[in-house]
């Protein structure tokens, strides 16, 4: 389903936040595809917000599937090492093409989530042994959603 924007013709009518709806579509597709997490979790999760952010601030979503010079700029954009989170902020204050209101709430929600939520995740950092006082298990480290989002939300575009 493309998104559309209807003009309501009466008062009280709310916004239906279609732009948002269906970036959010686009970005659970490209992660269902890649089969990359299982959809119950809160790392898919924070992949297809990661995912939907990137797709809608790039103007908009786009109808039907995603042309692939669309395709290169995800990659482009959510590849390691990018400034994606001062990228996401910067176009978070400006007014989004093809977005409504509604659409940029949704926006702004699903960026709150993936900045204070923070996930456990392996340390990927750690070199060498633990200190004796630690564990012998996988270093871990809690992290915000959006660090362990971006990267599955960047292969599930490599995969499609």
Do not use: C, K, N
Not at 49 to 58: C, N, P, R, W
Not at 73 to 83: D, I, V, Y
Not at 122 to 133: H, I, N, Q, Y
Not at 137 to 151: D, K, S, Y
Request: net charge negative; proline share 9%; no cysteine.
């Amino acid at each position: 389903m493309p998104p559309e924007r209807h003009e309501g013709s009466g008062a009280g009518e709310l916004p239906v936040p279609m732009a948002w709806m269906y970036a959010e579509y686009l970005a659970d597709e490209l992660l269902r595809t890649g089969d990359l997490m299982e959809p119950a979790t809160l790392e898919f999760r924070a992949g297809r917000d990661a995912l939907a952010l990137t797709i809608f601030l790039l103007d908009g979503a786009v109808a039907g599937t995603l042309p692939a010079a669309r395709v290169d700029e995800l990659r482009l954009l959510t590849a390691s090492g990018t400034p994606w989170h001062h990228w996401v902020r910067t176009r978070l204050a400006a007014p989004v093409a093809g977005g409504t209101e509604a659409d940029l709430a949704l926006a702004r929600s699903a960026w709150r989530w993936l900045e204070e939520t923070e996930l456990l995740a392996a340390d990927l950092e750690a070199v060498g042994p633990l200190p004796p006082w630690e564990p012998e298990e996988e270093a871990q480290v809690w992290t915000p959603a959006w660090q362990l989002g971006l990267p599955l939300g960047h292969l599930a575009v490599h995969l499609y």
